[in-house]
Nanobody, 114 residues
Framework: VQLQASGGGLVQAGGSLRLSCAASGSIFSINAMGWYRQAPGKERELVAAITSGGSTNYADSVEGRLTISRDNAKNTVYLQMNSLKPEDTAVYYC?????????WGKGTQVTVSS
């Protein structure tokens, strides 16, 4: 199983980015999908997750600004990020839970300038 993330980059505060993460390989059924992030000098934190049924969960710090969605036909999870703040700067990692195992992407850098 491989996860390929894309969409990171440099954006000014108040701007938007959309992250995508496509899973490929021998995947029978994906349960949860989501994103973590890790800023320099900080621990990795859960940003958002979405279940196979569409239930979502967000970190308090991103509620109302970031939106997670998924396309089950494409095994892809998205993170729409609006009203970005400098404190959103981090490496964003996508993950999936499938067959009782966790799989991780390599991460994509998001930098928000003030």
């Amino acid at each position: 199983v491989q996860l390929q993330a894309s969409g990171g980059g440099l954006v000014q505060a108040g701007g938007s980015l959309r992250l995508s993460c496509a899973a490929s390989g021998s995947i029978f059924s994906i349960n949860a999908m989501g994103w973590y992030r890790q800023a320099p000098g900080k621990e990795r934190e859960l940003v958002a997750a979405i279940t196979s049924g569409g239930s979502t969960n967000y970190a308090d710090s991103v509620e109302g600004r970031l939106t997670i969605s998924r396309d089950n036909a494409k095994n892809t999870v998205y993170l729409q990020m609006n009203s970005l703040k400098p404190e959103d700067t981090a490496v964003y990692y996508c993950f999936i839970v499938a067959g009782g195992m966790d799989y991780w992407g390599k991460g994509t850098q998001v930098t928000v300038s003030s």
